[in-house]
Each structure stands twice: as C-alpha cells, then as structure tokens.
C-alpha cells in the first residue's frame, strides 16, 4: 500500500482523532520538499472532529456537523476511515489491519484513550455490556445517544466531577433535566482547584439545579427487569443513598489507549512510554503523540498538549525525512531532544452560568513547595475564588472561579511567561476591583495578546489573516485554527472579526479575494503556499457509518 516513489519516508499515524489528524496536516504542511507519504488509519467512519466539543452539543449549544475539523487537503496523505490497526509488526515495519498491511519507515500511535467505566455493580457485571440508560461520553455516537437519552430523562445521575462531569451535568440541567453529580473526592474538581474553589463551584451548581455530593462512592446501578437503568445507590460517610435516575453519564476519566504498544513488545506504563523526542525507547521508529503517550513531563490529558506534539514532531519528521540536520538539534536521530513547550496546561470549564479556569500549580493534590507564593482572595457570597501561585517572578499557577476578566488575563501571563509585579496581590486586585482596562478592547490589545491559548494564536495572526483575506470567524479558523480547541475563545475571535470589519469596511464589503476561477483565497496554516477553496469545501462534513 506504499506509492512507487521508494524514496519517500512513508509514515503510518495510527488514529484520525484530534491529534492524530493535526500531525497529518502538520507534517504535510512542514515537508515542503515532498519527502513523505503519510496514511491516516482511522478506526472511527467519521471525519476528524472535536471532541472537546461533545459537552456542548450535550448541552444544546452546538450541532454536531459543526464538530468536524478540517482534515489535511495533500495528495500525499491517504486517509482510511473505518480502518482498525490490530497490530503493529515491528520486525517487518508494517502495521496490519483486517484489509490488508501498511508498511511503514515511522509509525506514529495517535489512538487516544477511552473513557474509564468504574467497577460498579449494575455496570460492569452485565452481559452485554452497559444497562441502557447509562452512558460514556467520548465519542460522538455517546454524545448523540446521551442527548437522545435526555428527550423523555427526568433524572439524571453523573458519576465523576472532574471538568468533563461538571460540563455534562450542566448541559444536562440545561436541558430541563433534575441533575445530580457523584463525586468521591472532598470537594469538585479537586484535581484543578483547592478545597475552598471547588465549595464555590459546588453552590454555583446548587443555583442552575445541579445537586453535588461529594465525599460520596457510587456503590451500585439499580437496573429493572428490562436491563434500564431506575436509580443509583451511592454511599455517604455511613449511610446508603439511593437517586432516582433514568440516565446515568460516567465521567470517571480516560485510560490510555495502550493495547498495540503493549502487544508490540514497546514499554507502556499508564501510556505508551516515549522520551522527550516522543519516540518510544525500544524502538526510534515508533512514536506517539497525544492522550496515548506518556512523555517524560506527563500527560495532561488536554488537547493542548497533543498538538504541541505533533507541531514538535512534524517539524522534526520533516526534516529527517529530507535530509536535513535538525534545526533545532532535536528530533528522532537528532542530537538532542525535543523538549514540550509550556502553558499547555490551562483548563477552562464550558458551562452557561459558571466560569473556571485553572492552570499550572493548583488544585488539592499540589506538593507543598517554599519556592511558591500563594495569594488567594475567596468570595463565596459573589460566587468568586481566584488564587494565583508565584515563583521566581513568574506565574506558575492560578486558579479562577465567577471572575472571567481576570482569568483571561492570567491566561497569557501564565502562557506567555510575562513577569508578574513584585506584589502578586496586584494579579488579583486590579481585574476584579476595578472596571474593564481599556487594553482589553481589541483598539488597545497588543498584537502578540493570545487569543486562542490551544493554538497559540496571537492578536496579530488575526489581523494578518484579515489582510491575507479571511472575512469570518470561520476564515480564520480555517487560516489559524483559532477556536478549533476547547472554543473558549470564539467570542473573543468573534470580536476581533466584527471590530476590524467595522475598522474597514470596505474591505468587508468586497469581500475576500478570488482566484481566477473564482475560489475564495485564505491563507493556509502553517509553511506552504496559498491555497483556495471552493464554498462547498469550506462547508465541514462528516462521513456517516454505513447502516
């Protein structure tokens, strides 16, 4: 399944998620010399999409065909959907699958990681797999089914509160659903912020109907005779609970998906074991990015981190494949490594009715270090907590609940790395005290201002973008990627888009330019050439399972 080019360096990327579809962009995008040919093996039939998304389609607040990510527009990358790799041959260097094998020069595991079911009676001790009426989110088939689910649900248990839980479990209240949340740790969202944050959070909850209980185990699923769920027992301290529940979401958190490394002899610890270059020690020609891999520093789990990877990774590829001496020193067979970059670590909850962000050091579960400085102002009559983390005259940690302004500007000190004043206590008081800066109008926002914190996208970029064309926030995400992450910073691009259409107008009003056969022209993401699209390939879709 190899082209007749046998010179080209032919890469295998296992999984089309968000990920593994941005490393096939990436790396077509960086090998400007055509040294690649890329095949995309993904096990799912649907085109690449978001699924940080899937708890806002849940909640109502987006459609499902607007999940659907630009895959990567190259003749040089085959994409298989519907395609399961079962086996990675090490020995022959090719990646088998039930049509046939793929051989490889570099294998790159994208495969992400699947949704953890706890051992609860009632969930896991049935034939069949899960009772009806209980439910994972981490797929768009879940995502459908849950919203299905809630049409005729009246209550509605989620087990987990991390930020997952807490976001299904407002979309579900948001939906008109009674909505309770099960949670074992002494307080919500405990592994990102500290006990007084999350108590915030928990009365923040209580006002948009969602009912918490924490310090709680879930002990059993109560199913009928018909294998539907009716309740859930939890045990509280000393004492059974039992909810009424006719639709269960477990949020409990992903396990890696780890089986091929595992079965091809590579190390696997909780993931797929790489070095800082992301190749795994017992074999340079296997390499993994994402929710998958285990990188030195630890995976975060956020999509982030996944696609700093693959940036790192496409750029060293690119040039191993052409010959070319790592610009960096770094990359598979370089001379060093390849190191993450930072502030890819921020967490923001998408929730109608409850702001949080948390990034860096934060949370319950923090060692205790004399080098930080902690200062925290906690308002839990105005439903507001922020607490930021200090260290050698930069922020290295923050923690914001019901204070959105100030949270955003903690965001690009904390991912651009900007000095902090020599009095934190500054970080906290000038946002919340007083009244929106005049900086934060697009008119006075520096352009080196991140907008979008998952890509990395500044201020600027989407200015450029305006000039090189783009007339709407989908322009733009199509030049940048802006908003293509969590979307927590679409209304922010959205503003930028209106305040430079109104700053020129003309330009809005002739629209973006033309190429001679008519195809509106936005630039592309990354090194390359221009490239134009046609209307209907700018629409996104997806490809529907067969039956």
């Keep these: 399944m190899n082209g007749t080019d046998t010179t080209s360096t032919r890469v295998v990327v296992v999984g089309n998620g968000m990920v593994g579809a941005r490393f096939a962009a990436d790396l077509a995008a960086r090998d400007t010399a055509g040294a690649c040919e890329i095949t995309v093996l993904g096990a799912e039939e649907y085109e690449p999409y978001n699924r940080v998304l899937l708890s806002d389609v849940v909640a109502g607040r987006t459609d499902v065909a607007a999940l659907t990510l630009p895959a990567a527009d190259d003749a040089r990358v085959s994409i298989r959907l519907g395609t399961e790799a079962l086996a990675i041959d090490r020995a022959a260097r090719r990646v088998v699958t039930a049509d046939g094998t ?19 009676a009632g969930l896991t001790d049935r034939p069949g797999g899960l009772p009806r009426g209980a439910h994972a989110l981490r797929t768009l088939d879940d995502a459908r089914e849950i919203v299905a689910a809630s049409v005729n649900a009246r209550h509605a248990v989620v087990v987990g509160a991390g930020v997952l839980g807490l976001e299904v479990a407002c979309g579900l209240a948001r939906r008109g659903v009674a909505v309770s949340v099960v949670h074992g740790g002494d307080s919500l969202m405990d592994r990102q ?40 027992v939890l045990r509280e301290a000393d004492r059974l609970v039992e909810l009424d529940a006719d639709l269960v979401v477990l949020a409990c958190g992903t396990v890696p998906e780890t089986g091929l490394a595992r079965a091809a002899g590579l190390t696997v610890d909780r993931g797929v074991v790489v070095g800082d270059d992301l190749a795994s020690p017992d074999d340079p020609c296997v390499l993994a990015v994402g929710d998958c891999a285990q990188p030195p520093e ?20 690119a040039e191993r494949a052409a010959g070319v001496a790592p610009s960096t020193g770094a ?5 060093g490594p390849v190191r993450a970059a930072g502030g890819t670590d921020v967490v923001r909850l998408k929730a109608s009715g409850l702001d949080v962000v948390a990034m860096g050091v934060c949370g319950t579960r923090r060692p205790p270090d004399p080098a930080h400085r902690t200062v925290t ?23 914001c609940v019901g204070a959105p302004d100030v949270g955003a500007d903690l965001t690009a000190a904390y991912t651009r790395r900007v000095p ?65 992450g969590c979307g927590g910073c679409r209304e922010v691009v959205c503003g930028l888009v209106d305040w430079l259409a109104a700053a020129d107008p003309g330009a809005a009003a002739a629209g973006p330019p033309l190429a001679d056969d008519g195809r509106v022209v936005v630039g592309d993401v990354g090194p390359g050439p221009e490239r134009a699209r046609t209307a209907g390939e700018r629409r996104l879709t997806r490809t529907t399972p067969p039956g």
């Design 102 to 120: 793929y051989p490889y020069d570099v294998v790159v595991l994208a495969t992400g990681a699947a949704a953890r079911v706890p051992d609860v």
């Design 193 to 232: 912020l500290a006990t007084a944050a999350g108590r915030v959070v928990e009365s923040r909850l209580a006002g948009l109907g969602v009912r918490a209980w924490t310090r709680a185990v879930t002990e059993r699923v109560e199913v009928d005779a018909h294998g539907r769920v009716r309740g859930v």
């Design 298 to 317: 630890g995976g975060t789990g956020l999509v982030a981190q996944g696609w700093d990877q693959s940036r790192r990774l496409a750029a060293a590829l």
């Design 331 to 335: 990359g598979p067979d370089g001379d």
């Design 377 to 399: 102002l906690s308002d839990p009559v105005a439903g507001r907590h922020v607490e930021v983390v200090v260290a050698d005259g930069l922020l290295v940690g923050a923690t």
């Design 420 to 484: 902090v004043p020599s009095d934190p206590a500054q970080l906290l008081l000038r946002a919340v005290a007083a009244a929106p800066a005049p900086a934060s109008t697009p008119t006075r926002m520096p352009d080196r201002t991140t907008v979008c914190t998952c890509n990395g996208v500044t201020k600027g970029e989407v200015v450029a973008c305006w000039h090189d064309g783009a007339r709407s926030v989908d322009d733009v995400a199509r030049a940048t990627r802006a908003t293509t």
